[in-house]
């Protein structure tokens, strides 16, 4: 059974790479004019546009082998009627890499294409022309023009990068024409490998089979998730901080994120801390009804911190990007010798300046695992007492006696205290502020019962009004209409409410960005910023007295 539309990930994927070894194109699959009212036209790929990408590199490809395990996406009286031969050869690619029998039968083409046509291309495409096209032409190269299997996946990543990109295909490749120890781990997935998927079909967008994705690690069958990688990412802007890598290689990458999210007993995919909410008329109740402690916040950088053994510590952002941190120890308080594994740890890295300089610090503020146990289940108080005798005490005795150097660490862990909450007013005085090395935004009101993933209603921020915001996401569009020209706007969205909230008329052409608008006397600024508020009518309505468009007319700063 099929459904309709374009395959999964198919809009954004690239159409085509360059010529390997002079013999094959690989590309991805091409859609016949069917699918134009479900695809915008700089994404299309019909049957001609190859015709023509060929005449301008003057070149003549004489077969075309189509590998996709279905015959819906275009017709292929278009292709033959340009003088190429078609040849279907289905291969599943959905869970298993071609078999040996598919393999061979693809040499045997090739080989005899290629002995009486030994100047014309051959053209090669599953899906998306990465790893069912890649698996083999690498096979090709391998068996009949003698090449390593090293430099034929090489080979192919340079003229299709990323190249193969699912563990299992390279891991049977080296199998087959190497040695398995050295398949090389898989490279990261591109960025449109996360769009539009469908975890119910697969690449070719049949269901009734195993689940497929974009996974990288050849995991076994069953619901995965598709988390996004951000490659690039900075640890904390405007520093550099020693000893700190970011981890973009799979499979390592999607077990990191996968045991975090295990830990938090997070089910979806993302970043799994608890997320807090802004404090209003209504929630303010809580603090009546509920223990709660406080504590300042920090303008900081969210972070959770993996720690898994020696040399296996990681940090994870909201974006759930990871990076590997060197050099940074936690021993195990019952045996110092003995390295903290299974631990996860809730905080963020905050810039102290200390005589001028900034230091970069993180601070912890909560705990979900130590060492496996599931300590995120208990009294708020308990895990605080934990975090400063198990994580932070026993790295104080070491540095005492000299086993670990502060100094040769990327930045220095430390716990954040709470209070009782009839210290809010304190924690915003001058005399506390003052004593504080990095600037305070506000408060942050914890709940003391069981750690809870993702956004929490119980968690309560709160910030002065000068520096509260609402966080929207602005995506550019042309309206019009019968006899109205096209107008340019911005529509602002928040959270997860498919209606926008406002409507900006006057504006620069920008790309679709995520944007924070801060409302200032006389004149509002947006910023890029990751995370939109979620969407509270009621709230919203509180802190936007007047349209979102009528606040814009006053002068507008836009910041990068």
């Not at 390593?148 to 891991?171: C, H, M, N, T």
């Amino acid at each position: 059974m099929s459904h309709t539309g374009p395959p999964p990930r198919w809009r954004n994927c690239p159409r085509r790479g360059q010529p390997v070894a002079g013999k094959f194109l690989p590309m991805k699959t091409m859609l016949g004019p069917r699918y134009d009212d479900q695809v915008a036209e700089e994404n299309r790929f019909h049957p001609s546009m190859l015709s023509n990408f060929l005449k301008s590199l003057k070149v003549k490809m004489g077969l075309l082998v189509d590998l996709t395990n279905t015959t819906r996406f275009y017709d292929r009286n278009d292709i033959e009627k340009e003088g190429i031969k078609y040849v279907k050869l289905q291969c599943k690619g959905h869970g298993e890499c071609p078999s040996k029998e598919t393999t061979a039968m693809f040499i045997r083409l090739c080989e005899h294409f290629i002995e009486k046509n030994p100047t014309e291309l051959i053209g090669v495409h599953c899906t998306h022309g990465f790893n069912r096209t890649g698996f083999l032409i690498c096979a090709y190269l391998v068996e009949k023009m003698d090449w390593s299997v090293e430099a034929a996946v090489a080979a192919f990543g340079q003229a299709r990068a990323p190249g193969i990109y699912k563990g299992d295909y390279l891991k049977e490749l080296f199998c087959r024409y190497g040695d398995e120890e050295d398949t090389p781990p898989a490279p990261a997935l591109p960025e449109w490998c996360f769009d539009d998927d469908d975890g119910e079909v697969d690449d070719d967008g049949n269901t009734g089979g195993q689940e497929s994705g974009p996974s990288s690690s050849g995991s076994a069958p069953g619901k995965r998730r598709k988390e996004k990688l951000k490659l690039g990412a900075v640890f904390l802007e405007g520093i550099t901080v020693k000893g700190v890598t970011q981890v973009t290689t799979q499979p390592k990458l999607g077990e990191i994120q996968r045991m975090c999210q295990e830990m938090a007993e997070w089910d979806k995919s993302g970043f799994p801390g608890a997320q807090p909410v802004s404090m209003d008329r209504q929630n303010l109740r809580f603090l009546e009804q509920n223990p709660y402690k406080v504590s300042w916040k920090a303008d900081g950088t969210r972070y959770m911190m993996l720690i898994n053994g020696k040399n296996e510590v990681y940090m994870v952002d909201r974006d759930n990007s990871i990076f590997h941190i060197a050099n940074l120890e936690f021993p195990f308080r019952k045996d110092p010798r003995v390295h903290l594994s299974n631990t996860l740890l809730d905080g963020e890295m905050i810039i102290d300046k200390v005589n001028g300089q900034p230091v970069p610090r993180y601070l912890i503020y909560d705990i979900i695992k130590f060492n496996g146990q599931p300590v995120g289940q208990c009294d708020f108080n308990i895990r605080l007492l934990c975090i400063e005798k198990e994580i932070i005490s026993p790295r104080m005795e070491k540095m005492k006696t000299g086993q670990i150097d502060k100094t040769k660490e990327p930045y220095s862990v430390r716990h954040k205290p709470f209070f009782d909450i009839h210290a809010a007013r304190k924690l915003l005085e001058g005399s506390f502020t003052s004593q504080v090395s990095h600037e305070v935004d506000g408060l942050i009101f914890q709940p003391c019962g069981r750690y809870k993933p993702g956004r929490c209603d119980d968690i309560l921020k709160w910030k002065p009004p000068n520096l509260n915001s609402v966080d929207f996401r602005l995506k550019i569009t042309k309206v019009g209409g019968e006899g109205l020209l096209p107008q340019t706007v911005g529509l602002l969205y928040v959270g997860n409410y498919d209606r926008p909230f406002a409507k900006m008329k006057k504006l620069r052409v920008l790309a679709f960005k995520k944007m924070s608008l801060w409302h200032v006397p006389s004149t509002l600024l947006l910023t890029k910023h990751a995370h939109p508020t979620s969407h509270d009518k009621r709230t919203s309505e509180q802190q936007w007295p007047t349209p979102a468009e009528q606040c814009m007319r006053p002068h507008c700063k836009i910041s990068s």
